[in-house]
């Protein structure tokens, strides 16, 4: 909790900030008359996550198996099938495919994500939306409304001595900032990025579960392909329906299954190696690679669709990375899920050495007949919980998006109180499980799902790098050559497996582009008419005069009690409120105007989160409180927060009635009385008046305009959570204050 005793009408940026900053000369370049509120609520310090002993490292690498490794870990289902979609032509086309999934698992999971992109987290969370806050906070790059020139960056990197490393970063940051095209463009590419792990999570459960399903064929012909896709749509529903219990229950639950699904695919994977043709283990040797494109051409090309669904899930990696730890995730990966990967394709690729024609149910066919049945059941849990992986990075992303402002309201709900970040989102819940019973009783077989599946794991992936490229340079500040290696390595790798994938666009492709660009839309539309309001109140807010002027209202009335007044303006008091007093001239006792605002940081410490503000004149009894959240930061149920709030309002009085001691005594102890006028007017009762805006087009406005507000927006408002059902504000003590505002 802050104190800032500055008047209202007092906006000089130069206040002399905690942190201990000294104040700035009054040049030409700050003379901007900005609100001391809006400029200090973003100078806060990013709460890290505690350092986490080596017992509950294991404990979260033992659920990250579970969780996480799920997707890429069933891969081996149906790469070389997919791959091979026309049959195995050349009997050294197994080497060439095996060294480029080899060199494909190394150079993108492991390293790649394991070891670079994981080190990019922000304070511990991942997510295409944390590298976007990563570089908003280094740079003055973000378009969020609340967002203003004068921001305060909020860091972890240390200003370095001046480089040449250090000056291309500053040439890269001075050219990012200055350019409108560059911001929208890192705006929208984080949405797509967003929108494609969205789309993600639709496919992954759907391609999984009739993978593992579709075992059965071979043990029996009375299975026919409509039975197998019925049964993997009750899978899935009951899938879906576990979703509720947390990452945290299902992590344990599931963990077990996938543990002993890489044991056997690992140990599988060794005996068909020992078994069939050991020499398949020169497909270490990349030379294979160019042998297989130089013999198959355009035909290896689009193959690669196929082999790139080795790394389906990687994403999830990083997306995931809030459930738990980074050492966690590089322990699980390079101790369990990475050999044992290995292992299976080097196996299936001895296996088909020698039986190429089975290539189209590789991987069941090369199951020892005593392990069969018992492997199918494995499959299949294992399947299940690959969904899992996906399912929960989606919670985490929307989680980060929803503080941005860039995705419709929905509820989240904390579903651990051990391990920060694990989330359960309903609505989104169910809006994914009926989006994979869509795909799964649509398209009814893997080779389809399969095209689309690879275009959304390999957009996501390029997104990434894109942004791993420009966190290299600005903020990591990475030699030259390093960049360079990286670019021409995995970035080309990356997008030569991009070019083969969009090939079959129009075999499948098309659901993952057309579930982005549906997503993107409703995002752009929430982001857009969001902006359009909080500029529309900044423009309108109430004058200090104004409320100077209040206490000589004749027809005010003050009654006891305390109100709460909700708004999203940070830089003033909203309009809505002279709208509530013209109409209601009734005040309480004590006001509080209550602005929650997201920084671009994952956690805001519970000391810094409160910043309050007298609103004069003193006997008014009324104030400012800014509310501060990172976007992994728990909101609290309303009866803790009230508590917290009223406790930090009288701190904030006594401590300014401290600070006045030394200036103004008779107005120091006015001032202290107010904690007993606070706390008479909490006993009184709480009273929660929330602004319910209306938005519509101003009059004059164009077609396009008038459909995004009037239609789209308020289409969507209305079908979704309100802002007491999010913030918990319980309806007996609630008043709405509605007003109309024309954007």
Same mark, same amino acid.
């Given at each position: 909790?802050?104190?800032?005793?500055?008047?209202?009408?007092?906006?000089?940026?130069?206040?002399?900030?905690?942190?201990?900053?000294?104040?700035?000369?009054?040049?030409?370049?700050?003379?901007?008359?900005?609100?001391? =509120?809006?400029?200090?609520?973003?100078?806060?310090?990013?709460?890290?996550?505690?350092?986490?002993?080596?017992?509950?490292?294991?404990?979260?690498?033992?659920?990250?198996?579970?969780?996480?490794?799920?997707?890429?870990?069933?891969?081996?289902?149906?790469?070389?099938?997919?791959? !091979?979609?026309?049959?195995?032509?050349?009997?050294?086309?197994?080497?060439?495919? #095996?060294?480029?999934?080899?060199?494909?698992?190394?150079?993108?999971?492991?390293?790649?994500?394991?070891?670079?992109?994981?080190?990019?987290?922000?304070?511990?969370?991942?997510?295409?939306?944390?590298?976007?806050?990563? =570089?908003? @906070?280094? &740079?003055?790059?973000?378009?969020?409304?609340?967002?203003?020139?004068?921001?305060?960056?909020?860091?972890?990197?240390?200003?370095?001595?001046?480089?040449?490393?250090?000056?291309?970063? %500053?040439?890269?940051?001075?050219?990012?900032?200055?350019? @409108?095209?560059?911001?929208?463009?890192? #705006?929208?590419?984080?949405?797509?990025?967003?929108?494609?792990?969205?789309?993600?999570?639709?496919?992954?459960? $759907?391609?999984?579960?009739?993978?593992?399903?579709?075992?059965?064929?071979?043990?029996?012909?009375?299975?026919? +392909?409509?039975?197998?896709?019925? /049964? $993997?749509?009750?899978?899935?529903?009951?899938?879906?329906?576990? +979703?509720?219990?947390?990452?945290?229950?299902?992590?344990?639950?599931?963990?077990?299954?996938?543990?002993?699904? !890489?044991?056997?695919?690992?140990?599988?994977?060794?005996?068909?190696?020992?078994?069939?043709?050991?020499?398949?283990? *020169? %497909?270490?040797?990349?030379?294979?690679?160019?042998?297989?494109?130089?013999?198959?051409?355009?035909?290896?090309?689009?193959?690669?669709?196929?082999?790139?669904?080795?790394?389906?899930?990687?994403?999830?990696?990083? &997306?995931?990375?809030?459930?738990?730890?980074?050492?966690? /995730?590089?322990?699980?990966?390079?101790?369990?899920?990475?050999?044992?990967?290995?292992?299976?394709?080097?196996?299936?690729?001895?296996?088909?050495?020698?039986?190429?024609?089975?290539?189209?149910?590789?991987? !069941?066919?090369?199951?020892?007949?005593?392990?069969?049945?018992?492997?199918?059941?494995?499959?299949?849990?294992?399947?299940?919980?690959?969904?899992?992986?996906?399912? %929960?990075?989606?919670?985490?992303?929307?989680?980060?998006?929803?503080?941005?402002?860039?995705?419709?309201?929905?509820?989240?709900?904390?579903?651990?109180?051990?391990?920060?970040? +694990?989330?359960?989102?309903?609505?989104?819940?169910?809006?994914?499980?009926?989006?994979?019973?869509?795909?799964?009783?649509?398209?009814?077989?893997?080779?389809?799902?399969?095209?689309?599946?690879?275009?959304?794991?390999?957009?996501?992936?390029?997104?990434?790098?894109?942004?791993?490229?420009?966190?290299?340079?600005?903020?990591?500040?990475?030699?030259?050559?390093?960049?360079?290696?990286?670019?021409?390595?995995?970035?080309?790798?990356?997008?030569?497996?991009?070019?083969?994938?969009?090939?079959? !666009?129009? @075999?499948?492709?098309?659901?993952?582009?057309?579930? &982005?660009?549906?997503?993107?839309?409703?995002?752009? /539309?929430?982001?857009?008419?969001?902006?359009?309001?909080?500029?529309?109140?900044?423009?309108?807010?109430? $004058?200090?005069?104004?409320?100077?002027?209040?206490? %000589?209202?004749?027809?005010?009335?003050?009654?006891?009690? =305390?109100?709460?007044?909700?708004?999203?303006?940070?830089?003033?008091?909203?309009?809505?409120?002279?709208?509530?007093?013209?109409?209601?001239?009734?005040?309480?006792?004590?006001?509080?105007?209550?602005?929650? *605002?997201?920084?671009?940081?994952?956690?805001?410490?519970?000391?810094?989160?409160?910043?309050?503000?007298?609103?004069?004149?003193?006997?008014?009894?009324?104030?400012?409180?800014?509310?501060?959240?990172?976007?992994?930061?728990?909101?609290?149920? +309303?009866?803790?927060?009230?508590?917290?709030?009223?406790?930090?309002?009288?701190?904030?009085?006594?401590?300014?009635?401290?600070?006045?001691?030394?200036?103004?005594?008779?107005?120091? $102890?006015?001032?202290?009385?107010?904690?007993?006028?606070?706390?008479?007017?909490?006993?009184?009762?709480?009273?929660?008046?929330?602004?319910?805006?209306?938005?519509?087009?101003?009059?004059?406005?164009?077609?396009?305009?008038?459909?995004?507000?009037?239609?789209?927006?308020?289409?969507?408002?209305?079908?979704? @959570?309100?802002?007491?059902?999010?913030?918990?504000?319980?309806?007996?003590?609630?008043?709405?204050?509605?007003?109309?505002?024309?954007?």
């Amino acid at each position: 909790m802050e104190v800032d005793r500055t008047a209202e009408n007092d906006h000089c940026p130069d206040l002399q900030q905690n942190s201990g900053e000294s104040r700035p000369n009054l040049t030409e370049t700050n003379l901007r008359r900005h609100d001391s =509120l809006d400029f200090e609520s973003r100078s806060v310090k990013a709460a890290g996550k505690a350092a986490a002993t080596w017992g509950v490292i294991l404990q979260l690498a033992f659920q990250s198996v579970g969780i996480v490794y799920g997707d890429i870990g069933t891969s081996p289902l149906y790469v070389y099938a997919s791959t !091979f979609s026309e049959g195995i032509k050349h009997n050294d086309d197994v080497l060439g495919v #095996l060294s480029l999934i080899l060199y494909t698992l190394t150079l993108i999971p492991l390293v790649k994500y394991v070891f670079l992109v994981l080190q990019a987290n922000d304070n511990g969370e991942g997510g295409t939306f944390a590298l976007y806050s990563l =570089l908003c @906070r280094y &740079a003055k790059i973000g378009l969020i409304p609340s967002e203003q020139a004068e921001d305060q960056e909020v860091s972890n990197f240390q200003v370095e001595l001046p480089t040449n490393r250090l000056k291309m970063a %500053s040439c890269l940051k001075s050219k990012l900032e200055n350019s @409108r095209a560059a911001k929208v463009f890192l #705006l929208f590419a984080t949405m797509l990025g967003t929108s494609m792990v969205i789309g993600d999570s639709v496919l992954t459960p $759907s391609i999984s579960v009739l993978s593992a399903v579709g075992g059965i064929k071979n043990a029996t012909s009375t299975m026919t +392909q409509e039975k197998i896709v019925w /049964i $993997s749509a009750a899978i899935l529903v009951c899938l879906f329906m576990v +979703q509720r219990f947390g990452t945290h229950k299902v992590g344990y639950s599931f963990a077990p299954i996938i543990c002993t699904w !890489f044991v056997l695919i690992g140990g599988i994977g060794f005996y068909n190696f020992l078994k069939f043709d050991p020499s398949v283990i *020169k %497909s270490v040797n990349p030379i294979y690679i160019f042998y297989y494109f130089k013999r198959n051409k355009r035909d290896a090309w689009i193959s690669l669709g196929g082999a790139v669904l080795s790394i389906t899930g990687t994403e999830a990696l990083f &997306a995931d990375l809030g459930h738990f730890s980074v050492t966690s /995730i590089r322990l699980s990966m390079c101790c369990v899920a990475y050999p044992a990967l290995v292992s299976a394709y080097v196996g299936q690729a001895s296996f088909l050495r020698e039986n190429a024609h089975l290539v189209s149910d590789a991987f !069941f066919s090369s199951i020892p007949g005593a392990l069969y049945w018992p492997m199918f059941v494995v499959a299949v849990l294992a399947s299940i919980v690959a969904s899992q992986a996906m399912i %929960s990075g989606t919670f985490s992303i929307i989680q980060q998006s929803l503080s941005y402002g860039c995705f419709p309201r929905v509820k989240v709900i904390h579903t651990s109180s051990k391990y920060e970040g +694990q989330v359960y989102i309903p609505e989104v819940n169910y809006l994914l499980m009926v989006a994979c019973l869509g795909v799964t009783l649509g398209f009814k077989d893997t080779t389809r799902i399969g095209n689309a599946y690879g275009i959304a794991v390999v957009f996501v992936m390029t997104l990434t790098s894109s942004f791993l490229v420009l966190i290299m340079i600005m903020i990591w500040k990475s030699h030259i050559l390093v960049i360079l290696s990286y670019v021409f390595t995995i970035g080309l790798l990356e997008l030569l497996y991009l070019s083969s994938v969009l090939y079959k !666009f129009d @075999r499948g492709g098309y659901l993952p582009l057309a579930f &982005a660009g549906f997503l993107m839309i409703i995002m752009y /539309i929430w982001y857009d008419v969001h902006r359009r309001k909080y500029y529309y109140e900044l423009e309108h807010k109430i $004058s200090p005069q104004k409320l100077k002027d209040m206490p %000589s209202l004749t027809t005010l009335n003050r009654v006891p009690g =305390l109100a709460l007044f909700y708004s999203e303006l940070v830089q003033g008091i909203p309009p809505i409120f002279k709208h509530y007093i013209a109409n209601i001239p009734t005040l309480q006792r004590v006001l509080v105007f209550v602005s929650f *605002k997201s920084l671009p940081i994952s956690k805001v410490l519970m000391e810094e989160r409160f910043l309050f503000r007298r609103v004069e004149p003193d006997d008014l009894n009324v104030f400012r409180c800014v509310v501060r959240y990172g976007y992994k930061d728990i909101i609290h149920e +309303q009866e803790s927060f009230e508590r917290v709030l009223v406790e930090k309002l009288k701190m904030f009085i006594e401590e300014e009635s401290w600070i006045l001691r030394n200036e103004d005594n008779d107005r120091a $102890s006015r001032v202290y009385e107010g904690i007993e006028v606070v706390d008479r007017a909490w006993r009184d009762g709480i009273v929660h008046l929330i602004g319910q805006n209306e938005v519509v087009a101003s009059n004059g406005s164009g077609l396009a305009k008038r459909v995004l507000i009037n239609y789209a927006y308020n289409a969507l408002r209305r079908n979704l @959570r309100q802002n007491e059902e999010i913030f918990y504000i319980p309806r007996e003590r609630m008043l709405k204050v509605g007003m109309t505002y024309e954007l």
